[in-house]
């Protein structure tokens, strides 16, 4: 309460650092927030910060001279020109702020930044308006949730889904939320039955590491009705009713900087909406046709076929941005896509509309890749995989390969205990149930899938990890076009893959 109050008497935005960030994202993010119009004022951060603030002093003078104010929580300041925020604090007058430094000019001011998982590279802090946030207070009298439910949130408070959605939304009913700071698969029935959790809100992984679970007895006589949030894949979906139902999924779809969202008010499974024509009448959007080898929407897409998602940009469904420079938009606004003059807000996602007008989520156009001239879908490749009894979950994504246009699907696996790999199923199923093209090149045995603190997997890192047997302690396995099979990959058969004696 010090900390906001003196920030608000101060009249100042401020960026704050995660406890668990390291030098790298703080650099990126110190230069997001400090940079351009409405970027913050002040940064601070607690005594795990003095690491951070000894290995940046270089670049102190340099932020300073950005209009930065620094302060630091802790008992001692031990760099010059930063201020002990506690101190300060304590000395400020116990009074109400004044309405020229706490109400906003307009709706659509800047209520607060959040940053984006960073998913596909680097995050950058999109601009929350006030309009938003009385947005999302209505999030869960949407989904039919009311004040005499208890909703179960493990998401991190400092992304869009825990906090606006989660936090926010809740208060907008007058719920109550029980509050995890770690989610756990082993503790969830047990906490749902001591709190009496009626909602719980999901990442789809959540709901995978839930299914994964051996059954205990926890999970029977619960009082969870109602589950909601985005990303459940419909075999982990039918999989997680079939189990714990009876109950109710209702999966959105929606982005932290976004100007649509979508409900699956209906039920269907892997559904994450309705093109309806209400629907789009109030939240108008389309699908485009996009092409993956350059990375461009192309036209109109029609008739089931994978579109990308925009949105027009207007004052009723504005686009505001990150903070920081105009650079940062690029590639998020997309001009005269149906009409000289229009401008649309580019998802980055894929999405198919089928013949009942039911959308459902496709990939991500920068995990979907092109190999043998054809495209690659990651999750199509995945929910396969996914399907066999021993593998519990699939990471997949494309690399690069000397000598070879596109990418190669490789495909990460965590076995399912006490399960082994066998190559020789694998091998049979991948071919009965995806196209050649389709089937993975590589695979990569691990303990467990890297994810965000938003549990998406990461692609990113995983591509540039590339596959290497020497420069990686994981199992490695090629396949091998000419035997048929997936075969261990050595250092011998990785040599003779970039001389092109190795068929793949």
Not at 187 to 195: A, E, L, N
Request: glycine letters at 12%; one cysteine or more; charged letters at 20%.
């Amino acid at each position: 309460k010090g900390c906001f109050g003196f920030a608000k008497r101060r009249g100042c935005v401020f960026g704050s650092q995660n406890g668990d960030g390291g030098c790298a994202p703080f650099a990126r993010r110190s230069e997001v927030v400090g940079r351009g119009e409405g970027g913050a004022s002040g940064l601070w951060g607690g005594e795990a910060f003095w690491a951070l603030l000894e290995s940046l002093e270089p670049d102190l003078p340099a932020l300073r001279a950005m209009g930065l104010h620094l302060w630091a929580a802790g008992p001692e300041t031990r760099l010059a020109g930063i201020s002990d925020v506690l101190a300060e604090a304590s000395a400020e007058a116990d009074e109400p702020v004044p309405g020229y430094l706490s109400a906003p000019q307009s709706v659509m001011d800047t209520c607060l930044y959040i940053f984006t998982s960073g998913t596909t590279g680097l995050p950058k802090a999109a601009r929350i308006s006030h309009l938003k946030i009385l947005q999302c207070q209505g999030f869960y009298q949407l989904c039919g949730a009311h004040q005499e439910d208890v909703i179960y949130l493990a998401l991190p408070l400092y992304h869009m889904s825990g906090s606006l959605l989660g936090i926010v939304g809740c208060l907008g009913i007058g719920a109550t939320v029980v509050l995890k700071s770690k989610f756990s698969a082993g503790q969830f029935w047990d906490d749902c039955q001591q709190h009496g959790v009626t909602v719980f809100q999901y990442i789809g992984e959540l709901c995978r590491y839930l299914v994964n679970q051996p059954p205990s007895q926890a999970e029977r006589g619960h009082k969870v009705r109602l589950v909601v949030g985005s990303g459940l894949r419909p075999d982990t979906w039918e999989r997680f009713v079939r189990r714990f139902g009876p109950l109710q999924v209702l999966e959105t779809y929606g982005l932290t900087e976004g100007n649509v969202a979508t409900f699956n008010y209906t039920g269907q499974p892997g559904a994450v909406g309705r093109a309806s024509w209400l629907y789009k009448h109030v939240f108008p959007f389309s699908l485009i046709r996009y092409d993956v080898t350059t990375g461009e929407p192309v036209r109109d897409t029609q008739g089931g076929e994978p579109g990308l998602l925009v949105a027009p940009v207007s004052q009723q469904s504005p686009f505001l941005g990150y903070a920081g420079g105009p650079e940062l938009d690029r590639g998020k606004l997309l001009k005269d896509v149906f009409r000289p003059g229009d401008v649309f807000f580019n998802t980055g996602d894929l999405l198919v509309c089928d013949d009942q007008g039911f959308l459902r989520f496709h990939d991500r156009t920068g995990d979907t890749f092109r190999w043998k001239g054809e495209n690659v879908a990651t999750t199509e490749v995945a929910e396969a995989l996914e399907s066999l009894d021993f593998v519990q979950e699939v990471n997949v994504y494309g690399v690069t390969v000397p000598g070879h246009e596109g990418r190669a699907g490789m495909a990460a696996l965590v076995l399912r205990p006490p399960h082994s790999l066998d190559l020789e199923q694998l091998y049979s199923h991948v071919s009965e149930n995806l196209p050649p093209y389709a089937w993975p090149r590589f695979l990569r045995l691990q303990e467990s899938l890297a994810t965000t603190e938003t549990f998406k997997q990461q692609k990113v890192r995983m591509t540039k990890e590339g596959f290497n047997p020497s420069a990686l302690s994981d199992p490695l396995y090629v396949l091998d076009r000419a035997g048929g099979a997936y075969l261990p990959l050595t250092p011998a058969r990785y040599s003779a893959l970039l001389a092109g004696d190795l068929r793949i």
